[in-house]
């Protein structure tokens, strides 16, 4: 369509005998063009991402056929749930517990990798990405496995210790540390990946000179490594936060909110209540809490990116 | 060797500490290593006893035996499952919509990042900035009003999208496009306008010079930004899970979960050799394209 579109302009054009006018031409040409480039974007963004996300606000104050106004009468239900208080706890324990130690297990394996030899960081970070890799509904399935309640291989392993059993997934906060373990699992290559990126963009010529004057590793980390990353350390914080406090996959897969709901985050319990429960107007007033912690990423992320649009 | 020499030479306090430093150098190299092997181990658990649990009998997953080691291999999961229709379909519908899912993105997503690129007009930057953002929008937010908005379609046209396969043709590329074309930006944004103004002076069109121009020179951006579209539909599980139920009809992560899993009786075996096979795909492509995969990965926060 668009390429058609393009043809029949360019065609036209040499017809145009006058140099101002034939200008003006492609000008216009120009700005036609690229809306008709761009148009099958907007088309998608509108209608799958940007419409849906209002419709949900609609359906929110829907009752559960959907056929009646209640206003915030979704919401009033919600809060006075004590399970909605135990999600919104555990979301963001589970959130921020996890993006930091993401963000911290990547930091020092970051460092780790950048201090061996060149020739053999490839081969490190080769093995280090693969759980990044890996499809996380498959690889929770491995996770499922190695906690479960009578083979787990982890019991096995601890037993010869003399330590245990321990019951991965069946005792709350277990199971708490379970679900938050494999996020980590999961998501720590990444921080790793873009953590490695930015050391490498580190000039070396600023470590020489701080070992010149003396400082020891530490005040390195502190007063170089730190201020050079924080740009890429925020940025990666924020979308590993948007992306973790919307997981579904893990939990789902690992307890599906259980024991007694203690495990579930926004994104199950929505799609319990909306799908299994067939109650999507509340469905979708759990998956709308979201939002804020969504919004307040944004704008933290939409300020970054203006601000380097103007340095370039 | 160098610090002796200096010791003989001028200031002796430099000179130990020039022997501790490379002294320093040897221990963090071994400290690193010994790390970076723990880490490893980490990482490569879970896959490791996929593979492990996979070579298994059934009678020998169930015994007490030492459940890191295959006392007995054998190839029967794996058989019984590549003869079976069911999973063979699960696998033919995850290609099937991962190839349509990939063409589509990149039909929609090149054009737009050339344009919004290189061919400024009124309101390309909010665009570009707009389409980051829904980029942000997940994926746990939208399936409710989509699954009503389908149904609501359903019900107006008769075509029922919920339960079939393409409806997640529909369905992945809200979660491709957005991040394919924020990093096809960048790529396109690097290339220098001389190259472009070149072409148009030998009066090429803006379409040739996409495609003559633009495509090969950004040929890395393309491999990166296919191979995210790829995996990214490869592994979405939220979405089959809320539109699609009938089992011929799913896609290999649902279909895994849950066709092998029923009720209480988990078939272990069977599951991690599925699991294993429908993680295969993205670590192949991986293997051979690593350096494609990293690029792709952090263009999107150290490009933009």
């Known amino acids: 369509m668009v390429d058609v579109a393009f043809q029949a302009n360019n065609v036209a054009a040499p017809l145009t005998a006058r140099k101002r006018s034939s200008l003006q031409r492609m000008m216009k040409r120009k700005s036609t063009s690229a809306f008709l480039m761009t148009l099958p974007l907007i088309l998608l963004v509108g209608t799958l991402v940007v419409y849906p996300a209002f419709y949900s606000l609609h359906l929110a104050t829907l009752n559960k056929s959907m056929q009646r106004f209640v206003g915030f009468g979704n919401f009033q239900f919600l809060f006075k749930r004590d399970t909605f208080w135990m999600v919104v706890e555990q979301s963001c324990i589970f959130a921020i517990s996890a993006v930091f130690f993401k963000a911290l297990i990547g930091f020092i394996v970051a460092h780790f990798v950048h201090n061996v030899p060149a020739k053999g960081q490839r081969k490190w970070r080769g093995m280090l990405l693969v759980p990044w890799v890996i499809p996380p509904a498959m690889s929770t399935l491995a996770w499922l496995w190695l906690f479960d309640p009578s083979y787990s291989a982890f019991n096995y392993t601890l037993s010869s210790f003399g330590i245990g059993p321990i019951s991965w997934l069946g005792e709350p906060n277990w199971a708490r540390f379970s679900v938050i373990l494999v996020n980590v699992w999961y998501g720590a290559p990444f921080f790793m990946i873009m953590y490695l990126a930015s050391l490498k963009s580190v000039p070396d010529q600023l470590y020489e000179a701080a070992a010149i004057d003396g400082a020891n590793w530490w005040q390195r980390i502190w007063y170089i490594t730190l201020p050079m990353m924080r740009n890429i350390i925020a940025i990666t914080t924020l979308f590993s936060l948007i992306v973790t406090f919307a997981n579904f996959d893990i939990t789902r897969i690992l307890t599906a909110g259980g024991p007694l709901d203690h495990t579930h985050v926004f994104a199950t319990w929505a799609f319990k209540v909306g799908i299994e429960g067939s109650d999507l107007p509340l469905g979708a007033s759990v998956s709308l809490f979201m939002v804020p912690i969504l919004a307040i990423a944004a704008v933290f992320i939409l300020r970054d990116i203006n601000k380097r649009g103007n340095e370039a | ?304």
């Open chain 2, 1 to 304: 060797m160098t610090g002796t020499l200096t010791i003989d030479k001028a200031a002796p306090t430099r000179a130990i500490k020039y022997g501790s430093m490379s002294r320093d150098r040897t221990w963090a190299l071994r400290w690193s290593y010994f790390f970076l092997t723990l880490f490893a181990i980490f990482s490569l658990v879970p896959p490791l006893y996929m593979l492990i649990t996979s070579l298994k009998g059934s009678a020998e997953i169930s015994a007490a035996s030492n459940p890191w080691w295959v006392f007995h291999p054998t190839l029967e999961n794996y058989v019984r499952l590549l003869s079976s229709n069911q999973f063979l379909t699960f696998f033919r519908n995850s290609a099937l919509v991962s190839i349509l899912v990939v063409t589509i993105t990149m039909l929609i997503s090149v054009p737009a990042a050339f344009a919004l690129a290189r061919m400024r007009f009124w309101g390309s930057a909010t665009l570009a900035t707009g389409v980051f953002l829904t980029y942000l929008i997940p994926d746990t937010l939208l399936f409710l009003p989509l699954f009503k908005m389908f149904a609501l379609f359903g019900d107006f046209t008769g075509i029922q999208l919920i339960g079939k396969w393409y409806v997640l043709v529909i369905v992945y590329p809200t979660l491709t496009v957005p991040f394919c074309t924020w990093i096809m930006i960048g790529y396109f944004a690097s290339i220098p306008k001389e190259l472009d103004e070149a072409a148009v002076i030998d009066g090429a069109s803006w379409f040739q010079t996409m495609t003559r121009i633009f495509i090969p020179v950004a040929l890395p951006g393309l491999i990166a930004a296919t191979i995210f579209a790829f995996t990214v539909s490869w592994a979405q599980f939220l979405y089959p899970l809320v539109f699609t139920t009938s089992t011929d009809q799913l896609v290999l992560p649902v279909g895994i979960i849950t066709t092998l899993i029923k009720g209480d009786v988990f078939n272990w075996g069977q599951i991690m050799t599925g699991a294993l096979l429908g993680a295969a795909p993205p670590l192949i492509i991986y293997a051979f394209l690593m350096d494609y995969y990293i690029a792709g990965l952090t263009a999107g926060a150290t490009k933009g």
